[in-house]
């Protein structure tokens, strides 16, 4: 079984043999970004530098890079029949009789590539014909079967067979009430159940949202970074184009709403506006060990949420709030200059991981809004091929360097104790929908002008049935 990838093995440049078999184009352009491998050539080309030889293994940093982005041109399941062909015929294993010594030599070199493929795209061998052609080539290299240390065809079979079902398993407690519910009336004290009656410690909410983001974080693949470029058409200026293979990544987006909801619907909820003032310094409190920790998500949706329109207006409860703090974190994320600080924040917290000495130190969460907007303008800004029809390789080299550090973060074990009450408070606690917490919001403190007025007639006329 292959060592755990990490964002350097992704990227970082190592000795990379080049294949025996000479590229069929014949043509490189640019300086090499790996050793051995060309900075853009055909996908034919790219795909032999994929397929290892008795003598020959690629760099795990080509590997990642080139799985990630080939799936913008061919089909994975395509690539790996492509790929299992190419093994066929090169090393002879349609032939009545097997030269042994030399699959010895071969076979452990093959069973590595599947696996390290399956280890890290297994959403690739979801389809019944690439399970038949994985099942073909290793069914063919059994026979010779000598691997030692290395996996076994069945070892590798099996692997990508319990892979298959944990993909299956979905993050622990899925959003059930993820969509919001209309404002009515403010429940009695004896049936709701605000957030502080739950978790009135800032720092063990700050570690159980933790728990929630790295949770949900290890159900993204890294192909769907990739997948809503795939059928995108360059011609027509289409936008990106979700579908089944990102719903983790959509569901994770959903998620970051729903704690922004979540945060102004727990401030608007109260009564009075000393407890108001009390919730959202609570929520300071707890965006400020957000940032200790490294979890810049979940800070980023509690400010969203203290920033809606909805609770910005309650001017009397922020008058009895201690702003100080909260304004440090604002200028943290502070969009000016392209989130500057924030970027700042997150090297920073990235090299503290690198040189980690406990797992609290290893924690990084991003603002993972940003960071799918980052590889959208990446994606955007440099074309996927050049004018001589090559892939653009380096653009690609770029994309697995940030996907690669994506990786390495979501790998990072939780090192808080779990409290299953309050994550389960965090899923599924009701929360308003934008007219819902406007309503609230003007019940709390009246409406200041004409249009506020009317609005709030509005909704008390939709949503209460008051005139």
């Not at 352009?29 to 050793?35: E, F, M, S, T």
């Not at 809004?369 to 440099?382: M, P, Q, T, V």
Request: proline share 7%.
């Amino acid at each position: 079984m292959p060592r755990t990838l990490s964002a350097s093995d992704m990227v970082t440049r190592s000795s990379l043999s080049p294949p025996p078999t000479e590229p069929t184009d014949g043509e490189q352009a640019g300086q090499p970004l790996l050793d051995g491998a060309p900075s853009s050539a055909s996908l034919d080309t790219l795909i032999q530098y994929l397929v290892p030889t008795a003598d020959y293994y690629p760099e795990k940093a080509y590997i990642f890079t080139f799985l990630l982005s080939s799936r913008l041109f061919i089909e994975p399941q395509e690539l790996l029949a492509r790929v299992c062909h190419l093994c066929i015929e090169q090393q002879q294993l349609d032939k009545p009789v097997l030269d042994k010594a030399q699959v010895r030599r071969f076979g452990p070199k093959l069973l590595q590539l599947l696996t390290e493929w399956m280890e890290t795209f297994p959403r690739d061998f979801q389809e019944e014909s690439t399970i038949r052609h994985l099942k073909e080539v290793v069914g063919r290299i059994a026979p010779c079967d000598e691997v030692g240390e290395h996996p076994s065809p069945v070892c590798t079979l099996t692997a990508l067979h319990q892979k298959l079902v944990a993909l299956g398993q979905g993050p622990e407690g899925v959003l059930g009430a993820d969509k919001p519910i209309s404002y009515r009336t403010k429940p009695p004290a004896s049936i709701h159940r605000e957030l502080l009656s739950v978790c009135s410690d800032p720092y063990m909410l700050a570690q159980q949202l933790t728990h929630v983001e790295l949770e949900r974080l290890r159900h993204i693949g890294p192909e769907e970074f990739v997948q809503p470029f795939v059928n995108k058409d360059p011609l027509a200026g289409t936008k990106p184009c979700f579908s089944d293979k990102t719903n983790n990544l959509e569901a994770y987006v959903k998620w970051f709403n729903r704690l922004c909801y979540l945060v102004a619907t727990e401030i608007c909820m109260p009564a009075k506006k000393k407890q108001r003032a009390q919730v959202i310094e609570f929520f300071i409190d707890v965006a400020r060990e957000c940032f200790n920790i490294g979890n810049f998500n979940s800070l980023m949706a509690i400010i969203s949420g203290m920033n809606m329109s909805p609770v910005s207006r309650l001017k009397k409860t922020w008058a009895k709030v201690k702003t100080a703090k909260f304004f440090v974190l604002e200028h943290q994320m502070d969009p000016t200059g392209n989130f500057y600080n924030y970027r700042t924040a997150l090297r920073g917290a990235a090299h503290r991981s690198l040189t980690a000495h406990s797992s609290r130190e290893k924690i990084v969460i991003p603002f993972f809004s940003l960071f799918i907007k980052d590889i959208y303008f990446l994606n955007e800004g440099c074309a996927n091929r050049l004018p001589s029809g090559h892939v653009n390789f380096e653009k690609f080299l770029e994309l697995a360097k940030q996907v690669g550090e994506f990786i390495t973060w979501k790998q990072v074990e939780c090192p808080f104790e779990q409290d299953r009450s309050i994550i389960h408070y965090l899923h599924s606690a009701p929360i308003f929908s934008e007219d819902g917490l406007y309503l609230a919001s003007y019940e709390s403190e009246s409406p200041e002008n004409q249009t506020e007025r009317e609005r709030w007639k509005s909704l008390r006329s939709s949503i209460l049935g008051k005139t």
